[in-house]
Nanobody
Framework: QVQLVESGGGLVQPGGSLRLSCAASGIWFSAYAMGWYRQAPGKQRDLVAD???????NYADSVKGRFTISRDNAKNTVYLQMNSLKPEDTAVYYC?????????WGQGTQVTVSS
């Protein structure tokens, strides 16, 4: 049974930082590309950042220079370090694992940026 469990969300003031974690089980983690997506109310789910099995990374333009994705294959965990947070970063953040035709999602974690 595949599980992706996100943690680390919460309420933070503008300019603050959060680190999201996604712990995976039931998959050959090191072979999967891992990604973080987000969905704000009334909007579609969009890619925030992803990291390949070879550790190549890709970021949405809106988060470049502020967010960093990383992975620890020994812990089967992917991270998203979010700095200089803005109110427009408020959304539910989802973890994704992708390999060929296999695609898995976590349950999401809420990030709210507000003063």
């Amino acid at each position: 049974q595949v599980q992706l469990v996100e943690s680390g969300g919460g309420l933070v003031q503008p300019g603050g930082s959060l680190r999201l974690s996604c712990a995976a089980s039931g998959i050959w983690f090191s072979a999967y590309a891992m990604g973080w997506y987000r969905q704000a109310p009334g909007k579609q789910r969009d890619l925030v950042a992803d990291i390949t099995s070879g550790r190549s990374t890709n970021y949405a333009d809106s988060v470049k220079g502020r967010f960093t994705i990383s992975r620890d294959n020994a812990k089967n965990t992917v991270y998203l370090q979010m700095n200089s947070l803005k109110p427009e970063d408020t959304a539910v953040y989802y973890c994704n694992a992708h390999l060929r035709s296999s695609d898995y999602w976590g349950q999401g974690t809420q990030v709210t940026v507000s003063s």
